[in-house]
T-cell receptor, first 116, second 110 residues
Framework: GAVVSQHPSWVICKSGTSVKIECRSLDFQATTMFWYRQFPKQSLMLMAT?????????EQGVEKDKFLINHASLTLSTLTVTSAHPEDSSFYIC????????????FGQGTRLTVV | AQSVTQPDIHITVSEGASLELRCNYS??????LFWYVQSPGQGLQLLLK??????LVQGIKGFEAEFKRSQSSFNLRKPSVHWSDAAEYFCALQGNKLTFGGGTRVLVKP
């Protein structure tokens, strides 16, 4: 199998605080992980590509300093939303692939972030 | 550039009726195509994928999809819909990166 676990499933935080979301590949090593943001009733928008041991690659328009990504091991990537504001409230989803070609993504269950 | 279009934002179908969800793509090379399903507040579950070979692909939950290169399409079908099929469906293309269509929300009438 290929299981990706995301934690927490939901989180509520106060404006100005930071929140960390974890994405783990449970039964495989993931050299690359991806972070998406999904607004209500919309599709997934790729935020960044996370590579183990190197800096993440951010999509155009995504603030690097706002969304900090760390991929310290082959099974864990984290997304930290810094100084969160209500407009950061969203559904965040991670995915990972096994490095095969063609790539097949395995998705976490998502994290609902609400900033109050 | 690569893109995926799902022309139907919403589809309502009666339970037991057939379902077809449309997906069109634009990509300059061999496309690797996927269909995912998402229940509210959940992540994405892979229904099926097309990499090469037989253009009619069978997936989980009784779904199938047909790749038509001449039409740049990868439509998803199910012969008989169950109430549990009500969800959001996303078509995606793996090119330089994974690109999603806008999604189609399926409502199932009893």
């Amino acid at each position: 199998g290929a299981v990706v676990s995301q934690h927490p499933s939901w989180v509520i935080c106060k404006s100005g605080t930071s929140v960390k979301i974890e994405c783990r590949s449970l039964d495989f090593q993931a050299t690359t992980m991806f972070w998406y943001r999904q607004f209500p009733k919309q599709s997934l928008m790729l935020m960044a590509t996370s590579n183990e041991g190197s800096k993440a690659t951010y999509e155009q328009g995504v603030e690097k300093d706002k969304f900090l990504i760390n991929h310290a091991s082959l099974t864990l990537s984290t997304l930290t939303v810094t100084s969160a504001h209500p407009e950061d409230s969203s559904f965040y989803i991670c995915s990972a692939d096994k490095g095969q070609v063609p790539a097949e993504a395995f998705f976490g269950q998502g994290t609902r972030l609400t900033v109050v | 550039a690569q893109s995926v279009t799902q022309p139907d934002i919403h589809i309502t179908v009666s339970e037991g009726a057939s379902l077809e969800l449309r997906c069109n793509y634009s990509y300059g090379a061999t496309p690797y195509l996927f269909w995912y399903v998402q229940s509210p507040g959940q992540g994405l579950q892979l229904l099926l994928k097309y990499f090469s070979g037989d253009t009619l692909v069978q997936g989980i939950k009784g779904f199938e999809a047909e790749f038509k290169r001449s039409q740049s399409s990868f439509n998803l079908r199910k012969p008989s819909v169950h109430w549990s099929d009500a969800a959001e469906y996303f078509c995606a293309l793996q090119g330089n990166k994974l690109t999603f269509g806008g999604g189609t929300r399926v409502l199932v009438k009893p």
